[in-house]
């Protein structure tokens, strides 16, 4: 009779680990059909950082990118541990998807990889540029936990930043929502860095 029970056990357990990872597959794919729309890129490259982040690029990203997001990431979670957050401080929780750029430089001629997307309620504001702003980052999911910014072959410590930023705001999702909808974008004023 043990035995039966156990062997029950056991199976639902297979059983209940398939369904799980389904669903994880189907939200991953949903995450994914996201970002491909927001850039209008095909995402065919899938790594990982060397702390465990999930990486979607469209050409294998080089070390020092995947190593600049995982310091994007270790500074996002000593600042969010500081402020007391204890939910989504791990490397595995976060996807980053890394989309061709939209511009190389900004209107001072700087070094800037950016995204654009489109203003919604940016318009009318400084930061549109014609019903388009350009983004650094931007979040795609906020679960799982999502974002992209733009391909990079320079100036490393500007992806950490923008890791460490668009991951502000998934961590105040998950640990604060009354203080992520006050910074959930920069329309009203405000910008980074939103935990001290």
Do not use: W
């Not at 991951?167 to 992520?180: A, I, K, Q, W």
């Amino acid at each position: 009779m043990k035995l039966r029970s156990l062997i029950s056990l056991c199976i639902s357990i297979v059983v209940l680990a398939g369904v799980m990872a389904q669903i994880a597959d189907a939200q991953n794919r949903t995450v994914l059909n996201e970002a491909q729309r927001i850039s209008c890129d095909q995402f065919t490259v899938v790594t990982r950082t060397p702390n465990g982040a999930s990486v979607y690029a469209l050409k294998h990203p080089t070390a020092e990118m995947l190593t600049a997001i995982d310091r994007g990431l270790t500074g996002l979670f000593e600042v969010a541990r500081k402020n007391r957050y204890r939910s989504r401080l791990n490397y595995r929780d976060y996807t980053i998807y890394i989309a061709r750029a939209d511009r190389e430089k900004d209107s001072a001629g700087a070094y800037s990889p950016d995204i654009a997307v489109g203003a919604a309620q940016y318009t009318g504001t400084a930061y549109d540029k014609g019903g388009f702003i350009y983004a650094a980052g931007i979040v795609v999911a906020l679960n799982p936990c999502a974002f992209m910014i733009a391909e990079h072959t320079k100036d490393f410590d500007r992806v950490a930043d923008a890791v460490r930023y668009e991951g502000e705001h998934l961590v105040l999702y998950h640990n604060d929502r009354s203080r992520y909808s006050k910074t959930a974008d920069h329309s009203n004023g405000g910008g980074h860095p939103i935990l001290q």
